[in-house]
C-alpha cells in the first residue's frame, strides 16, 4: 500500500485516502489538524500529497490503537511542528499510563483474590471519608448506590449513609474496574453475584478480558512507534524546510 505511493512521489488526494480506507475529506481533516504536514498547492488551489504524507497518515494510523485519537494526534502535531521532544514525551506518558493500568489490574487481582466475608461491625464508614479514600465525589458513591453497586444501611438517628466493611469491599473494586474501562451496568451484576455467592468466579472472564486488552494496546504501540519512527527517519522537518 504505502510502498505503491512511494513510488510515484505526488500522490492524488482520492488515492492516499483510499488506500488507507478514508474519506478525501478526512484526509483534509487531518491535514487541517496538523497530522500531516501542510500539502503545497498547485496554481489552480488543489493540493499536492507525496509519500511523505502518506507516512504521516500512516503513522497517525498506527498510533492511534494504543494511544488514543487524541494523543496520537498531540504526538504528529508536534512532529510536524518540529518538536520531536514534545512527541516522545506524549509516548512516555502514554507508556507510563498502561504501566499504571497493569498495575492497577495486579490489584484487582489482588483485590479479588483476597476477597472474604467480612464482619460488619468493622470498618464501617460515611460517605465523606469513603469519597476521600476512593478520590471520588460523594455524588459518585450515590450513583453507584443507584446503580446498585454499593448498599449502605442509613443512621436511624442522622439518616447519614453507612458504609459496611463488605460495602467499602464492594466500592473498592467498582473503583478499580471503573478504571479498567468497565461500565456500572456491567459491574452491578458481577459485584452482586459476589455478593449474594460469598464468591469472585464472575470476575475471572472480566479479568482476563481486561488483561487482553492490555497486551492488545502494548503491541499496538509497538507497531505506532515502528511507524513512526519511519515518518521521523523520512526527515518530515527537513522536507517541509525545503
Request: charged share 25%; proline share 5%; aromatic share 4%.
Amino acid at each position: 500500500m504505502a510502498q505503491n505511493l512511494q513510488r510515484s512521489g505526488q500522490v492524488r488526494p482520492v488515492d492516499l485516502a483510499r488506500s488507507h480506507g478514508l474519506s478525501t475529506q478526512a484526509v483534509r481533516n487531518y491535514e487541517a489538524a496538523g497530522i500531516l504536514p501542510a500539502a503545497e498547492r498547485t496554481p489552480h488551489g488543489y493540493r499536492t500529497y507525496t509519500s511523505l504524507h502518506a507516512q504521516a497518515l500512516h503513522a497517525f494510523l498506527a498510533l492511534v490503537p494504543g494511544h488514543g485519537h487524541q494523543t496520537a494526534t498531540s504526538i504528529m502535531q508536534a512532529v510536524n511542528r518540529d518538536a520531536t521532544e514534545d512527541a516522545l514525551r506524549l509516548i512516555d506518558e502514554s507508556h507510563a499510563q498502561l504501566l499504571d493500568d497493569r498495575r492497577t489490574l495486579e490489584a484487582v487481582e489482588a483485590a479479588v483474590g483476597d476477597l472474604e466475608p467480612l464482619p460488619p461491625e468493622r470498618g464501617e464508614m460515611f460517605v465523606g471519608p469513603l469519597s476521600r479514600r476512593l478520590g471520588v465525589r460523594p455524588a459518585t458513591l450515590r450513583k453507584w448506590e443507584r446503580a446498585g453497586v454499593v448498599q449502605p444501611r442509613r443512621d436511624r438517628q442522622t439518616g447519614y449513609r453507612v458504609y459496611s466493611a463488605a460495602d467499602v469491599r464492594d466500592a473498592l473494586l467498582a473503583h478499580q474496574l471503573r478504571r479498567g474501562g468497565y461500565l456500572l451496568e456491567q459491574i452491578a451484576p458481577l459485584i452482586t453475584q459476589v455478593r449474594s455467592a460469598g464468591g469472585v468466579a464472575p470476575l475471572e472472564s472480566m479479568l482476563g478480558d481486561w488483561r487482553a486488552r492490555l497486551s492488545a494496546r502494548s503491541r499496538a504501540m509497538l507497531s505506532g512507534a515502528a511507524a513512526l519512527d519511519a515518518y521521523l527517519a523520512a526527515g518530515p522537518c527537513r522536507a517541509r524546510a525545503r
